[in-house]
């Protein structure tokens, strides 16, 4: 779980979430209302919501507008979660029978404490040492090491 958790509100515009992703290295904002979680924003709700064109040659005013939109326009809504007891095998359970890729860690008030995406459960199974040498291995054509 990262315990490292950025949320936004529903008034907020995606300009703001472009802004965010374009300075992080994660892939989701939690939304939250009155410290509640309410619903996430990823970089590929962000990216089908805006114009292609913005930042290009053939950037128009319309295209710029896209980006005066709301989270809520956007935001996947009543999202799944998980407590923090909850165990590894919780997560990959609702990884695998959903079409999710982060599930907010949220305490009995269902405020968000964390958020778990399918890279950390790779991350913990597969320690980042072992992954750097196999993906070394692979690009080199050897062999990967026997397990």
Partial sequence: MTSRVVTIGFDDTLETVREIFAKASFHHLLVVEDGKLQGVVSDRDLLRAISPF??????SARDLGTLNKRVHQIMSR???????ESNLSEAVALFLTNKVSCIPIVDGEFRPVGIVSWRD????????????EAASAASAGDPPPAA
């Fill in 54 to 59: 913005i930042d290009s040659v053939v950037e």
């Fill in 78 to 84: 009543k999202p799944l979660t998980l407590r923090p």
């Fill in 121 to 132: 459960v790779l991350r913990y199974l597969v320690p980042m040492d072992e992954a750097a």
